[in-house]
């Protein structure tokens, strides 16, 4: 009879009894109940497309019913202003996206009411749309129409945006949908496609580094 499964699970006891560690909330939420799941916290992206942000949003819903965290990264998704190919319009960008997961953040709250639901969302700071995404949560007297205050907004920073907030450079954004690829990219990967579409001029628009910056200290501050 294989026995190690009950050594890992001694193991475990042990370590957990002496404080080495403590389960996530989650797991402590679950273990030894009905719905005994262990489940903690799950990263996840999305596809660029109604079906694909929808997928995103179900899969989110149900995580958080079990309790679990959700961190998601929206780099992909076009920005405002993008063309729609399917009905000849224009994109409204993410914000009134992630105004759904915030709905959905609330109505599908942990364990069913044990505690809040808790979504991160990720954006990049080449994203057109990052200067809106930043003010998600601030009490700017801006319309509450733009704000998504029970998600949790994050930025993934790069060696190159931090190099040139620090040379007080400017710093140029483009929509995933015209240049696609930077969201996947990293190191020097990321650089050299992000320099080929600076030199190709096709950002959407060139602010100063420490713009984006500054705003992200604004969000952290407020």
């Known amino acids: ?8 699970i001694f193991r475990a006891y042990d370590r957990i009894s002496l404080r ?5 909330t989650p797991t402590l939420f679950n273990s030894g109940a009905p719905y005994a799941s262990l489940t903690s916290c799950f990263l996840a992206g999305s596809f660029d497309s109604l079906g694909g942000i929808m997928k995103s949003f179900s899969d989110a819903c149900i ?13 992909m998704w076009r920005g405002q202003g993008s063309p729609i190919r399917g009905t000849n319009g224009t994109s409204d960008g ?24 808790s979504w991160a969302i990720y954006l990049e700071p080449h994203h057109p749309d990052i200067l809106n995404f930043l ?19 994050a930025v993934w920073l790069s060696d190159l945006f931090m190099e040139r907030v620090e040379k007080s450079e400017n710093w140029s954004v483009f929509c995933p949908d ?3 690829g930077l969201q996947d990219a990293w190191g020097e990967d990321y650089k050299k496609l992000y ?6 001029g096709r950002a959407r628009f060139v602010i100063p580094a420490l713009k984006i910056w500054m705003a992200i200290k604004a969000m952290q501050d407020d």
């Open 178 to 180: 015209e240049c696609p």
């Open 20 to 24: 080495y560690y403590t389960p996530a």
């Open 63 to 75: 995580i958080s019913k079990g309790s679990g965290g959700v961190g998601l990264h929206v780099s």
């Open 135 to 153: 003010k998600l949560k601030l009490n700017d007297g801006a319309d509450e129409e733009t704000k998504c205050r029970d998600l949790f907004p």
């Open 195 to 200: 320099y080929k579409y600076e030199d190709e």
């Open 94 to 117: 993410i914000i009134p996206q992630l105004r759904i997961f915030n709905a959905g953040a609330r109505a599908y709250n942990q364990g069913g009411g044990k505690r809040k639901g």
């Open 1 to 8: 009879r294989d026995t190690s499964y009950l050594t890992k």
